[in-house]
């Protein structure tokens, strides 16, 4: 497994529409395992194949809540339907067939690391799919699994977090990153415990 680099906006490559998956087997084996390591590795729950430059429509997800020591999985954190899922999650070709609710929800990008903003989405989804083999499944689920596919499922449109807010919000953001870049790693870090003190 390899770690692949994670493209950050305003790389034009993330407005760009991914190609289905036609091809399965062991080419797509290998991008799924690299992507997942990939995103252990940036801390994040999802990361869709834009991202890492292959324009496919293909995405991988783990939103599994870890201990403080991150060892064990915390299943008591999860809905009924979110335990139903066997994670991580590869999809390809991902589309939703059923959406119901709505639900408010801070979120954050690898592609935007450092920026959260609050977009809302599907409480309830059904999706299908397949997966690397090239096999359809189906998904029903909500909570933050079914957030997280709707979020990684837009960037196979060529669409970020950002581009679901207000425009005067989305242009702020991106004027920021635009003049002063991507906060440094240890600022994200800082930032992070900083956010965690007042959820706490």
Do not use: W
Not at 50 to 71: N, Y
Not at 96 to 122: A, H, M, W
Not at 183 to 192: G, H, V
């Amino acid at each position: 497994m390899a770690r692949l680099k994670i493209l950050t906006f305003p790389d034009p490559r993330l407005k760009e529409v991914s190609l289905p998956v036609e091809k399965f087997g062991a080419e797509m084996e290998l991008l799924a395992n690299d992507m997942l390591e990939t995103m252990y590795d940036a801390h994040g729950i999802g990361l869709a194949a834009p991202q890492v430059g292959h324009l496919k429509r293909f995405l991988v997800i783990d939103t599994r809540p870890k201990d403080d020591q991150g060892r064990r999985y915390k299943y008591d954190e999860m809905t009924d339907l979110e335990q139903q899922v066997q994670q991580p999650l590869f999809v390809a070709n991902p589309r939703i067939v059923k959406g119901e609710g709505k639900q408010n929800f801070d979120e954050g990008c690898l592609s935007v690391p450092g920026f959260y903003e609050t977009v809302e989405r599907f409480n309830y989804i059904e999706l299908e799919a397949e997966d690397v083999n090239g096999q359809t499944f189906t998904i029903k689920t909500d909570g933050l699994l079914a957030v997280c596919l709707q979020h990684e499922m837009d960037h196979l449109d060529g669409k970020l977090f950002i581009d679901r807010i207000s425009f005067v919000k989305s242009n702020k953001i991106k004027g920021q990153i635009k003049k002063h870049g991507y906060p440094t790693q240890e600022e994200l870090l800082k930032e992070k415990s900083d956010r965690e003190k007042v959820e706490a």
